[in-house]
């Protein structure tokens, strides 16, 4: 089979490689999107030689599992994979896979892994109420416009903070009371969910209401924070370094497959969309590598595997 590989100059090339094979809990996908992750594409920086790269994949199963979990041969299938997934092909666990409906584009269910999840399970552990005032920084990215969208879904009062005007569009309908170009001046909120890093996080860290919670998933920019710590802890709030991947350990065993499956219902019956600034096919994944990267993407980047 054919799949994208890292050539050790922060780029991949399509190559020949060995199939994967079905095992115990591990059913065969055959791999027609996946969608770009801006940790997975920077990491081909300093990949080694070799690697393919891809944590998340839409398509069909090949080769059911050789226990018999999971879906048979010829479901439409969303999954979220540790690595392998710029692939053909690739075995996915059990745990990690939801099935699809036939009316969901494999493209923009591929968009759901790990941004759906990571915007999903951070609202979680937030704990998120029915009347909580909730900031979500770096909204027009991936992860941002599901997180709008799952906060305002639960009855949350959403704020929107984007980086230019232009990347606020489309938010307010999606579900956000207020879009904020830049930090908002005043206010305070239940949760934030952070996005940015630098000056943004420790501006988040002074706007957190009494009690409220920081959920920090990513640094955009880049830079470092630094931040009055008496003006935190005087509201007793908390902050939270988030990695999917011990949030869903933590979970337990198909924490990821349940919650996929929600987000799946919620896409199929229109509660949720997903914004795909990029979709090309994957012989010209260098040009959606460095659009992602330039932040020329407005929500996610998808390759089709052709």
């Not at 226990?67 to 010829?74: L, N, S, V």
């Not at 990513?218 to 709030?237: H, N, Q, V």
Request: aromatic share 4%.
């Amino acid at each position: 089979m054919r799949a994208l590989v890292a050539d050790g100059s922060s780029g991949a090339s399509l190559r020949e490689v060995p199939d994967p094979e079905p095992g115990p809990g591990r059913p065969v996908v055959a791999v027609r999107a996946v969608s770009l992750n801006r940790g997975e594409v920077r990491s081909l920086e300093t990949a080694p030689a070799d690697t393919v790269p891809g944590w998340d994949i839409a398509g069909e199963v090949l080769a059911p599992a050789t226990d018999g979990r999971g879906p048979a041969a010829g479901t439409r299938v969303v999954g979220l994979v540790p690595g392998g997934g710029w692939a053909e092909q690739v075995a996915v666990p059990v745990g990690s896979l939801s099935e699809l409906p036939d009316g969901v584009d494999l493209g923009a269910a591929a968009t759901l892994p790990v941004a759906g999840l990571t915007a999903q399970v951070a609202i979680q552990l937030g704990g998120t109420a029915a009347d909580g005032r909730v900031l979500v920084t770096g909204a027009a990215g991936g992860v941002g416009h599901v997180a709008v969208q799952l906060a305002a879904h639960l009855g949350a009062t959403v704020t929107a903070v984007v980086g230019r005007p232009e990347r606020g569009v489309d938010l307010e309908r999606l579900g956000a009371s207020t879009v904020s170009v830049g930090m908002p001046r005043e206010g305070e909120f239940d949760l934030i969910l952070e996005a940015v890093g630098g000056e943004t996080l420790a501006a988040a860290l002074g706007m957190v209401a009494p009690g409220g919670h920081v959920v920090s998933y990513g640094c955009a920019s880049g830079e470092p924070t630094t931040f009055d710590i008496r003006t935190f802890y005087a509201r007793s709030g908390r902050l939270t370094g988030f990695q999917l991947g011990t949030e869903l350990a933590r979970a337990g065993r198909d924490a990821a497959a349940r919650d996929l499956e929600a987000l799946v219902h919620m896409l199929a019956a229109g509660q949720l969309e997903v914004c795909v600034g990029f979709d090309v096919g994957w012989d010209d994944a260098d040009t959606a590598f460095r659009a992602l990267l330039d932040r020329r993407v407005e929500g996610k980047a998808v390759l089709r595997i052709t």
